[in-house]
């Protein structure tokens, strides 16, 4: 089974004034877009054929299947996470994030320092490795699934929340106000979702 482009559970407007209608338009439709179409082209005919995005990352691979599959399951988790007029953590989730990650305050400041200071493209993420929350960054499409690369940034595990700090994912709207966008990111974020995968996670 090829791997498909989501639908997203919202329309390209839904999160302004955070991400504008046409950036999320084109995030989708040409960025994802292609890396899912690359990602069937690179493991057609492969012993990666069949297996899961995960359990892909999780192994050996090309540097196209890396790449690419990076693309592809980061941008899923991606737009998972967002939501309409955001919401807010609660329950085992928020007192982990106090437990484990000094209170929601810290946490704000270190993963907007994780997005603000990863040089170049790359994502900043929340992890649950070992039933503990990390925050981390990683280059271009590298995730924390990737185990030598999830380690070498100090959380690997299962990414929760990621933010894409490509510059495609803002430049339109911010241009180089990298901050901002890390700002906006936190009025649409969807804390059932991120829940709902840490409990599966831990």
Request: hydrophobic fraction near 40%; include cysteine; proline fraction near 4%.
């Amino acid at each position: 089974m090829a791997f498909e482009l989501p639908q997203l559970p919202y329309a390209y407007d839904a999160l302004e004034p955070a991400i504008d209608a046409r950036t999320m338009e084109i995030h989708h439709t040409k960025h994802h877009n292609a890396y899912t179409t690359k990602l069937n082209d690179a493991i057609k005919g492969t012993d990666l054929d069949g297996k899961s995005i995960e359990a892909i990352l999780a192994g050996e691979m090309s540097p196209a299947v890396r790449n690419n599959g990076g693309g592809y399951y980061n941008h899923c988790l991606f737009w998972e996470v967002l939501k309409p007029g955001g919401s807010a953590p609660s329950g085992d989730l928020a007192a982990a994030i106090d437990s484990d990650l000094g209170g929601f305050d810290q946490f704000r400041a270190d993963f907007s320092n994780a997005a603000a200071t990863r040089f170049g493209s790359g994502w900043a993420w929340l992890c649950v490795k070992g039933g503990k929350l990390q925050v981390c960054s990683t280059a271009n499409q590298d995730n924390p699934l990737m185990q030598a690369i999830g380690d070498a940034a100090g959380c690997g595990g299962t990414p929760i929340l990621g933010l894409d700090v490509w510059e495609h994912a803002y430049y339109l709207n911010y241009q180089n106000r990298r901050p901002d966008y890390i700002e906006a990111f936190f009025s649409i974020i969807n804390w059932d979702k991120v829940a709902e995968s840490y409990a599966a996670a831990k």
